[in-house]
């Protein structure tokens, strides 16, 4: 990855990020279930990828990488720059397609969104619409 893009998230979108998720976790708790269920409402073609996970323990592990990547791509940006483009390639060999890979991104937002209630400000709408717009290329170039 060039240096031109390895420039680090501004501080306030880290910090508006990072309370997002707080929030999030303290009003919602254990994310996961609502996480895949809105990405099979939303993209039922895609739940049949995880028929062999039947304990759930894959959607947990990939939940919370994700949930790691996007607080490393927001704050020192240590490795997720590189993470996301090579599981981006590594999930099209799962037949996942770039687009559905991103759009977990955004699925994850919107339960944040969610789970916050009350608690989400339009900061935290902007931080995340940021982040999401940088993410996408990194998924695109991975
Ligand atoms: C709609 C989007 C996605 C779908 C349908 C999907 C699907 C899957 C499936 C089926 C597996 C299990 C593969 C196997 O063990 O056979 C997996 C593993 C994994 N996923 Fe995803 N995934 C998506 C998005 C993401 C995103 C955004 C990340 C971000 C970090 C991610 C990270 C991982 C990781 C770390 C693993 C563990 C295995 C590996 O390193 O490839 N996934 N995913």
């Known amino acids: 990855m060039g240096?031109?893009?390895?420039?680090?998230?501004?501080?306030e979108q880290s910090a508006l990020i990072g309370a997002s998720l707080e929030l999030a976790a303290e009003?919602?708790?254990?994310?996961?279930?609502?996480?895949?269920?809105?990405?099979?409402?939303e993209r039922p073609e895609l739940e049949p990828l995880f028929v062999m996970d039947t304990d759930a323990a894959v959607r947990g592990e990939m939940l919370a990488?994700?949930?790691?990547?996007?607080?490393?791509?927001?704050?020192?940006?240590?490795?997720?720059?590189?993470?996301?483009?090579a599981e981006a390639?590594?999930?099209?060999g799962?037949?996942?397609?770039?687009e559905a890979f991103a759009s977990f991104f955004a699925i994850?937002?919107?339960?944040?969104?969610?789970?916050c209630g009350a608690g989400w400000s339009e900061d935290m709408?902007?931080?995340?619409?940021?982040?999401?717009?940088?993410l996408h290329h990194y998924v695109a170039a991975g």
Request: no cysteine; charged share 25%; proline share 3%.
């Open 108 to 115: 994850m937002r919107d339960v944040v969104q969610d789970a």
């Open 65 to 85: 990488r994700a949930f790691d990547a996007i607080l490393d791509f927001v704050g020192e940006r240590a490795y997720a720059g590189h993470l996301i483009g």
């Open 27 to 41: 009003r919602g708790g254990d994310l996961t279930a609502a996480v895949y269920a809105r990405l099979f409402r």
């Open 94 to 98: 799962y037949l996942v397609p770039r």
């Open 89 to 92: 390639t590594n999930h099209e």
């Open 3 to 11: 240096a031109a893009v390895q420039v680090n998230a501004p501080a």
């Open 125 to 134: 709408a902007d931080a995340w619409r940021a982040t999401l717009a940088e």
